[in-house]
């Protein structure tokens, strides 16, 4: 098993920036994977972006290219998100996921899945 913890989501301004981080503990060697997908109220869960654990492969939803940097410290087992010029759409429930194979945008692909961090952002 995998645990996930986020951090770091909270109320901040129109073009500001904020930085989530997600803690894995557990099996975290079985980890190839790893995501960040966000759900606005009353919408689907979508995609955002994500990493291959072991290497530098990156993948971005086109909502967010650009503004959004997925990064990993594996020596910490901690992934992160940075958030630059936050938009009111930009708010949503942030979730970090993990799957042991390679990179998917589903959410039912994924096995293992934080309890979410806020971000919201006002105009």
């Known amino acids: 098993q995998v645990q996930l913890v986020e951090s770091g989501g909270g109320l901040v301004q129109a073009g500001g920036s904020l930085r989530l981080s997600c803690a894995a503990s557990g099996r975290t060697r079985s980890i190839y994977t790893m995501a960040w997908f966000r759900q606005a109220p009353g919408k689907e869960r979508d995609f955002v972006a994500a990493?291959?654990?072991?290497?530098?492969?990156?993948d971005y939803a086109d909502s967010v290219k650009g503004r959004f940097t997925i990064s990993r410290d594996n020596a910490k087992n901690t992934l992160y998100l940075q958030i630059d010029s936050l938009r009111p759409e930009d708010t949503a429930v942030y979730y970090c996921?993990?799957?042991?194979?390679?990179?998917?945008?589903?959410?039912?692909?994924?096995?293992?899945w934080g309890q979410g961090t806020q971000v919201t952002v006002s105009s």
């Open positions: 990493i291959n654990w072991s290497t530098i492969n990156t």
């Open positions: 996921a993990a799957r042991e194979l390679s990179f998917l945008r589903r959410p039912y692909e994924y096995n293992y």
